[in-house]
């Protein structure tokens, strides 16, 4: 009898550790610093759509901890309508909710893209967000695919001569450098850049942009839809560095960028770092074009719509500009063009070097009472020469005064056909219209128009 006793004690005791067992083990860790693992960083689907068409791929979920957890909400932040699609444990949606994953267990997500390449426009790169909300954590994985055919770039670096030619469009998806070489880009070349990429020329490298008057070279964003045509600051920029050379762009139009172009290099002796001629720099959210002690040669440039300066010449160069049409439009514009001899740094000293600036014919207008900036810092030691010939320049009249300013028209409306539109051609009873230099070079406008008696700006009437 006792034995039987016993056993039916050693029974029960059993059951009861069991159930208290089962219990906690089902237990759900509810701490705050529950994350989980993922087998990637970025889901991308690397593959070239050119039809209609679907690709999978999947994403490996991992609780580290030694505790059941439960993911409240697995969902894509563009809902229904993303053209991703999630697969969990079987279960497809794009919003998958209460997914529990055990102690050092894993979970396998099925995630399917469908890109109709009959959409116009149609995106170079499709993307969205996978978003996991556990006990109040929200953790992202980005998902991007590939919405076009053309030339995709990863963090490229080119270090042979190369030519891009008009074939396909050319995404730059992270930034891109050419190292130590030439990059020829023929006319009608498209090039678009993903989020914060920077088209990088290194030392000892060039860069030849070639567009025509029919079909211009293009830098802009990766996004082609309607909403995103005027929208500055989608990437970073070209950044011409120290020591690179001989750069020429023609015929090029950047837009929606963070800046246009920065020249960063010492001028060899009667050279250009650059020169840049007929082209258009639109809707950026910092400056136009940067020149810092160097040497830069300018002329039929629109540069418009620029968050700071839409031509910024720091810390001295030697700079010639013929033919512009400089406006300041942009939300926290500066004045439109600055000139320095200096520049700050770190320790709050200034660095001053040699400078000479010419620019004639040009316009220089904008929403600000003074439209032209002139900082300079006096040193004897050093070379201060500046002038503004036959330019039509929005500022108070202490600002133009001096020798430095010849036959220039201040303070007058430039008469633009339609500035609100960015439509910068002259009305006939324009003051710019005849109001000229002929200099010698630039004997065509932008357009290809020949100038007899020369306009100022870059559109001859």
């Known amino acids: 009898m006792q034995v039987l006793k016993y056993l039916i004690l050693s029974l029960i005791a059993f059951i009861v550790s069991t159930t208290m067992y089962n219990c906690k083990k089902d237990v759900l860790y509810d701490g705050g610093d529950a994350k989980l693992s993922f087998s990637l960083d970025t889901v991308i689907f690397d593959t070239t759509f050119v039809t209609v068409g679907s690709t999978t791929k999947f994403l490996t979920v991992r609780n580290t901890l030694n505790q059941r957890i439960n993911i409240a909400n697995i969902f894509i932040s563009g809902g229904d309508l993303s053209p991703f699609r999630i697969n969990v444990d079987g279960i ?14 894993s979970l396998y997500i099925f995630i399917e893209v469908t890109v109709n390449p009959d959409m116009e426009p149609l995106p170079f790169v499709i993307d969205d967000i996978l978003n996991f ?29 190369t030519v891009w030619v008009d074939d396909l469009p050319h995404v730059i998806f992270g930034s891109i450098l050419i190292d130590n070489t030439q990059l020829t880009l023929m006319e009608g070349v498209n090039i678009h850049l993903y989020t914060n990429s920077t088209f990088f020329v290194g030392p000892g490298s060039t860069l030849k942009s070639e567009g025509s008057i029919d079909s211009m070279v293009t830098f802009q964003g990766a996004r082609l839809e309607y909403d995103y045509q005027n929208v500055a600051g989608q990437w970073r920029g070209i950044h011409l560095l120290s020591r690179s050379h001989s750069h020429e762009i023609n015929y090029t139009k950047i ?10 290099s010492l001028p060899v002796v009667g050279t250009n770092n650059l020169i840049i001629s007929n082209s258009i720099i ?19 440039l629109l540069i418009d719509n620029c ?12 700079y010639e500009f013929n033919h512009c049409t400089l406006t300041g439009r942009g939300a926290t514009q500066q004045a439109t063009v600055r000139v320095s ?8 000293t200034a660095n001053l070097a040699d400078i000479v600036v010419r620019i004639s014919n040009t316009i220089i207008h904008g929403f600000g009472d003074n439209e032209l900036n002139v900082d300079m810092i006096e040193e004897p030691m050093l070379t201060m020469d500046y002038q503004f010939e036959n330019c039509l320049i929005k500022a108070e009249n202490d600002v133009v005064s001096g020798v430095e300013f010849i036959n220039c028209i201040n303070n007058e409306n430039p008469l633009f056909e339609d500035e609100l539109n960015s439509d910068f051609h002259l009305q006939a009873v324009s003051p710019c219209v005849d109001a000229g230099v002929a200099l010698g070079w630039a004997l065509s406008d932008i357009e290809g128009k020949v100038r007899v008696l020369p306009d100022i700006g870059c559109f001859e009437f």
């Open 92 to 105: 497809a949606g794009n919003s998958i909710k209460d997914v529990e994953i055990g102690p050092n267990d």
């Open 133 to 161: 909300e556990t006990n109040g954590n929200m953790q992202q994985v980005p998902l991007i695919a590939y919405g076009q055919n053309a030339h995709f770039h990863f963090g490229e670096i080119i270090s042979t001569p």
């Open 255 to 264: 837009q929606n960028a963070q800046f246009g172009v920065r020249v960063d």
């Open 282 to 300: 639109q809707n950026i959210s910092t400056y136009g074009i940067l020149g810092f002690t160097t040497a830069i040669r300018g002329s039929n």
């Open 307 to 318: 968050g700071l300066e839409s031509l910024q010449l720091a810390f001295g160069g030697a």
């Open 341 to 348: 001899n200096y520049f700050i740094d770190a320790t709050n």
